[in-house]
């Protein structure tokens, strides 16, 4: 099928931090005399990034694909592939579906359709196309379009109780994923092993995807993808456990010990604990990231750490979580970025420190008045194995 077809009208029930998104972009879109916002996606649900296709219709697109909103708030969504169609029908907010093999193509006739001036649209995330298709679409828009690729994600920095609720049971599920990776370590295991079993568990439990690093050393200098080494008595394990769970992402930071953890390697886990205490503290609703981020910087200075405090020892004090929107980005001792009630992000003080190594130690949390609360049930600690 290389046209488009339009699918029947559904019904739109949306929340209520939906209809204030809605809202803003027709209120944006009236000011600025436009007649319409194009969001684009290219088909990658990334943790990092902000999906402006998941965000506006509830859809996770397979393929590049668009939503068009017009100034009156009515909006259509445009998937492809073709047969990819029934899919986004069933589970988005969007008044109209379309599905096509041909983007640029439906995109030309819905806007025809809804009487929409190409020349007067506001565009974000086109960038995340390729250049292929993004001149094909210029050309059926006429030209370059206005574009702001900040948009959804500042529009969507403060989760929806809908979105909160997810990203918990996200971290639901990276917590029992842990569990079972604590419940088989074992000396002689192979890392992509492990990483097997953590990653099917969540998988198991209902996570859609997974962002998976696992990896042991006597002493890491940074954590990394699952490789062939085989487990040992002695090795710390760090593990970054990142599943989604309806378009949610949350993140666990966690150091294991095959054997009895040392008493040095205890006191330096302790430095990064404390850090992780004194950042949630201090994240309360508009205070500034680089404030966060110095106190946090502090208990490393204050244990004599204080040069470590930047690349390659660490890379930064935590960071937004997609696919929502990847507000308030990465805590790091430059962002004036101020943080407001109901951001969620991961916090995470890993740290290199010469004596032990790479630790790992982090939580997602959400901004509250009393400051970042841990959507975890278990914070971070220096867990073991039987060796």
Not at 290 to 313: K, Q, S
Not at 325 to 349: C, R
Request: hydrophobic share 40%.
């Amino acid at each position: 099928m290389c046209g488009s077809e339009k699918l029947p009208v559904k019904d739109m029930h949306l929340t209520t931090s939906e209809t204030s998104r809605l809202q803003s972009i027709c209120r944006i879109l009236e000011e600025q005399q436009l007649d319409a916002l194009i969001a684009f996606n290219n088909g990658q649900n990334l943790f990092l990034d902000a999906n402006a296709v998941f965000v506006l219709t509830g859809v996770r697109p397979l393929a590049e694909s668009a939503v068009v909103i017009g100034r009156d708030g009515i909006s259509t969504l445009i998937v492809t592939p073709a047969w990819d169609g029934g899919r986004a029908t069933r589970i988005t907010r969007s008044n109209h579906v379309m599905s096509s093999d041909d983007l640029p193509a439906a995109l030309r006739d819905a806007l025809r359709r809804h009487r929409i001036d190409p020349k007067k649209c506001l565009t974000t995330g086109l960038q995340t196309l390729g250049n292929g298709l993004v001149c094909r679409i210029e050309a059926a828009l006429g030209g370059k379009p206005l574009a702001d690729k900040h948009l959804i994600a500042e529009l969507a920095r403060v989760r929806s109780p809908e979105e909160r609720a997810a990203a918990q049971r996200a971290t639901e599920i990276a917590e029992r994923g842990y569990e079972r990776m604590l419940e088989v370590a074992r000396p002689g295991l192979r890392e992509y092993e492990l990483a097997a079993e953590l990653y099917c568990a969540m998988k198991r439990l209902g996570a859609e995807d997974n962002f998976l690093l696992v990896s042991a050393s006597q002493h890491n200098l940074a954590v990394r993808a699952a490789g062939n080494r085989r487990l040992d008595i002695g090795d710390i394990i760090l593990s970054e456990i990142t599943p989604c769970f309806h378009g949610q992402f949350a993140q666990l930071c966690r150091t294991t010990v095959i054997g009895r953890p040392s008493a040095l390697l205890e006191e330096k886990y302790a430095v990064l604990q404390a850090a992780m205490r004194r950042g949630q503290a201090a994240a309360v609703p508009g205070a500034a990231v680089r404030d966060v981020t110095a106190v946090m910087d502090d208990c490393f200075r204050e244990a004599g750490y204080g040069d470590y405090c930047r690349p390659p020892y660490m890379r930064v004090r935590g960071h937004g979580l997609g696919i929502t929107s990847d507000q308030p980005g990465d805590i790091t001792a430059d962002s004036n970025v101020k943080l407001e009630e109901g951001m969620i992000f991961v916090m995470h003080p890993n740290q290199y420190l010469p004596e032990t190594g790479y630790l790992m130690c982090g939580e997602p949390v959400v901004i509250t008045r009393g400051g970042a609360e841990a959507l975890s049930a278990r914070r971070a600690a220096l867990d073991f194995v039987p060796a």
